[in-house]
């Protein structure tokens, strides 16, 4: 994409090449966690909230699709909402972006130091934190992200797809190892499943990280800039990817509540007191299946890098997309001529993925998946937004990939990723509100900064987001009155608490799509989105 003097985004990226974006992302740090952290919250139920789950992402998905090849930009889920709804929903978007997708490389990092940890002592307390040796192999493998970033795009895709391969071989043993070993009696064991039921396997949709497992069907759109054929690309890549993650998280979840040894959940009360530092590792281990334990902590250590690898160029595209909207400085929207990379975007990437793990509240892994889990699903809220405003602004607009039924699966869209934020619990809600709420500040001081956003630009670019910003009031008052709240009787109770959360989810929605500009704000002086429209046209 030009850019005045810059370079631009080469578009080299395959549709398989996308594909293993969205695969190596699915299969990640979340793989060696969920399943155990699932059972607790729903027992042998906790199969269908991985169906739930990747049903969400696909709705979610295919709603992005049509955005993505309509306008195959790079940091799309930034970008969409400055087109449709201004600058405070795009800056709110870009802010809460930035902060999902930096975490992401921290828990990959700080997922990869765990799993040493059990060849090395002297890299994590007894709490879980990192030591100084342990800060320092976190620290060293963000810099070798950022180093594969750094080189080329080209590099970055073919070494990606050789990674995902190996990813594969592992999660696959495993499954077929432990469905040998399996007690079909576990299925019917149901205690100590918390809160279990209904209201577990909603609550093991965010809390389990199953959502934030399924997150990597974002890259495709992410990288839709430097996609080969993105009408083709993106939809395909996105629904084989998340499809391909449910295949394989289903038969792990099912092999997790098969294999583990009958009088040991008799002995622990039950699911939830069921307690393994690393499950995979220990269980074969408890199985007597050493081998497998060994082979299990070495891709313990590479699963994890190569998400952390695809999330740190993602969290660059993501930021010079925001640059590019117009609130954030001007010298991360700039790219490289020569490997078409946003060069001081990586830099900045690498920094803020180091400070994410300086907090005490945030060494956690548990912790910082629950925080970025809940941040990416409050920017996917929009995505179905901007596509039905764009269908009444734009009808004539050049769509290679239309979603059928719009009308009805949008606002299904809008509710699920309402849900996905709603399900992680009040202790998440009542900490990423109130910080967006705030930095609303940082937009009015870019605003006053930028001479292009004169007092009645941003007066209607409030009014196109005054909707957003109420939304997100409302999820907080909702998480803290119904039953995932912290007060003891809750005034709306599970699962009615659901229905009305999604009820009032659709009032935002309708309001949203009635707020949008009357023009959007669709860059065509980007002449590479020009172009690859005029191409696909006279094609």
Do not use: C
């Amino acid at each position: 994409m030009t850019q005045n003097n810059n370079g631009k985004f080469k578009r080299k990226l395959s549709t398989l090449d996308l594909t293993f974006l969205g695969i190596g992302s699915i299969i990640g740090s979340g793989w060696l966690y969920a399943a155990a952290t699932a059972a607790g919250f729903a027992g042998p139920y906790s199969w269908i909230s991985w169906i739930l789950g990747a049903a969400i992402i696909i709705l979610i998905g295919m709603v992005y699709s049509e955005l993505g090849a309509a306008m195959p930009v790079a940091g799309g889920f930034v970008r969409y909402p400055d087109f449709t709804h201004g600058s405070v929903v795009g800056f709110l978007i870009g802010f809460i972006s930035m902060l999902a997708y930096s975490a992401v490389i921290s828990i990959e990092a700080q997922a990869v130091r765990g799993y040493l940890e059990y060849w090395f002592d002297g890299l994590g307390h007894a709490d879980g934190t990192p030591t100084i040796m342990g800060f320092t192999i976190q620290i060293s493998l963000i810099i070798i992200f950022f180093l594969l970033n750094y080189w080329s795009v080209n590099f970055f895709g073919k070494a990606n797809t050789i990674l995902t391969v190996f990813k594969f071989v592992v999660p696959l043993l495993i499954i077929t190892v432990l469905f040998l070993n399996m007690d079909i009696s576990n299925f019917e064991v149901m205690k100590g499943a918390d809160p279990g039921g209904m209201k577990g396997i909603f609550a093991a949709v965010t809390g389990a990280g199953i959502v934030f497992a399924f997150n990597g069907f974002r890259q495709p759109i992410e990288f839709a800039g430097e996609a080969k054929k993105p009408e083709r690309g993106i939809p395909v890549s996105i629904l084989i990817s998340v499809v391909i993650g449910l295949i394989i998280y289903m038969l792990l979840q099912i092999a997790y509540i098969g294999a583990v040894p009958p009088e040991m959940l008799a002995d622990k009360g039950g699911w939830n007191q069921l307690h393994f530092d690393s499950p995979w590792a220990d269980l074969a281990a408890a199985l007597g299946l050493v081998w497998l334990a060994n082979l299990v902590l070495i891709d313990a250590v590479i699963s994890p890098s190569a998400t952390g690898n695809i999330y740190f160029s993602a969290t660059a595209r993501s930021l010079f997309a925001w640059a590019k909207n117009g609130y954030f400085f001007k010298i991360f929207q700039k790219v490289d001529s020569k490997t078409g990379l946003p060069r001081a975007a990586l830099w900045l990437t690498m920094i803020l993925a180091i400070v994410w793990m300086t907090p005490s509240r945030f060494q956690a892994w548990e912790d910082l998946v629950d925080a970025s889990t809940s941040a990416k699903a409050l920017t996917f809220v929009v995505g179905p937004v901007s596509l039905m405003a764009l269908r009444y602004k734009k009808p004539d607009m050049h769509r290679p990939f239309y979603l059928k039924a719009a009308n009805i699966l949008t606002p299904l869209a809008f509710i699920a990723a309402t849900l996905v934020v709603y399900w992680s619990q009040w202790k998440v809600i009542s900490f990423l509100i109130p910080i967006i709420i705030v930095s609303l500040v940082l937009y009015l001081i870019f605003a006053i900064q930028n001479k292009s956003f004169t007092k009645e630009v941003v007066q209607s670019h409030f009014q196109a987001g005054w909707w957003l910003i109420l939304y997100y009031l409302y999820l907080m008052v909702m998480s803290y009155i119904g039953s995932y709240g912290p007060m003891k009787d809750h005034l709306i109770a599970a699962p009615w608490d659901t229905f009305v959360t999604s009820l009032g989810a659709l009032v935002f929605y309708y309001w949203g799509v009635r707020a949008a500009l009357k023009e959007p704000r669709i860059e065509t002086s980007d002449t590479e989105e020009t172009d690859y429209q005029k191409q696909n046209r006279n094609d």
